[in-house]
């Protein structure tokens, strides 16, 4: 009994009470933990907010793609809605322009309304205009050049280029002889001053 006794007090004696010191070590493992835990929130927080906005700045730029997309469109159905009122013309005429020195491998082709003095003008195989210029439609009107419209070309890998002619300046089957591009300066002149890239005589087109 009283070894028993003595075996508790031995443990007893090994059992010694929280001191000050440990119940403030406790403490600061705790606030370090809690200082930890707040970090990674933090940064977990911050990964989230950098996904938003990752996200929203993809789902903006797939809206802006497909708002120009539906531009492009409405831009080319414009066009074609364009082109079939002037084939709708009850007089229309086709003449076939040909590449010439300067850049053989080009070739257009005007359909026009002598009416309406409106005409649909595709081009192909341009070279892409240089910085200051414009490429300028003529019409010889008595082996006369008369000044028309001016058109750019900024892709010359494009199949085709299409240009609705508003107004084709007294244009008449009788006293047309031909119709011709050249490069000229930005804005167009009353004269042609550059070379000339394509040539298509109406006599030529004509049955």
Request: proline share 4%.
């Amino acid at each position: 009994m009283e070894k028993q006794q003595n075996e508790n007090h031995s443990w007893g004696d090994q059992l010694t009470p929280a001191t000050d010191s440990d119940k403030d070590e406790r403490t600061a493992t705790n606030g370090y933990s809690r200082k930890k835990l707040a970090i990674a929130a933090s940064v977990a927080l911050l990964l989230i907010s950098l996904a938003l906005v990752v996200f929203v700045f993809n789902q903006n730029a797939t809206l802006n793609n497909q708002e120009a997309r539906i531009t492009e469109l409405e831009t080319e159905l414009q066009q074609k809605e364009e082109m079939l009122s002037i084939l709708e013309a009850r007089s229309v005429n086709l003449v076939v322009m040909n590449g010439l020195e300067v850049n053989p491998d080009g070739y257009g082709k005007i359909i026009w309304d002598p009416e309406k003095q409106q005409a649909l003008l595709q081009v192909a195989n341009l070279p892409e205009v240089p910085e200051g210029k414009t490429y300028q439609l003529w019409l010889l009107k008595n082996n006369k050049p008369v000044p028309s419209a001016t058109f750019t070309i900024r892709n010359s890998s494009v199949e085709g280029s299409f240009f609705k002619i508003e107004q084709l300046a007294e244009a008449d089957r009788q006293n047309t002889n031909a119709f011709a591009i050249t490069l000229e300066p930005e804005g167009g002149v009353a004269q042609p001053t550059g070379q000339m890239y394509l040539l298509g005589n109406v006599q030529d087109n004509t049955n």
